[in-house]
């Protein structure tokens, strides 16, 4: 995910997914400040992705 064209097809892939991660984190009462200047497709691409890999380092964690 380096170039703009590798998160829009993410975000696209992935839409459905990405949608419910942000109800999740609304949810949650976590509030998602977006940029004014910011790609959405980028930016939710890189949300959801940094959301899921943080989420696995929490799991890695307590199965120590």
Do not use: C, V
């Not at 999740?24 to 998602?32: A, C, S, T």
Request: zero cysteines.
């Amino acid at each position: 995910m380096i170039y703009y064209k590798d998160t829009h097809e993410f975000y696209d892939k992935h839409y459905e997914e990405i949608e419910e991660l942000r109800a999740e984190l609304e949810e949650q009462g976590i509030e998602i400040n977006i940029p004014s200047h910011s790609d959405l497709k980028n930016f939710f691409a890189w949300l959801s992705f940094e959301e899921r890999a943080r989420e696995l380092y929490d799991d890695l964690e307590m199965s120590r």
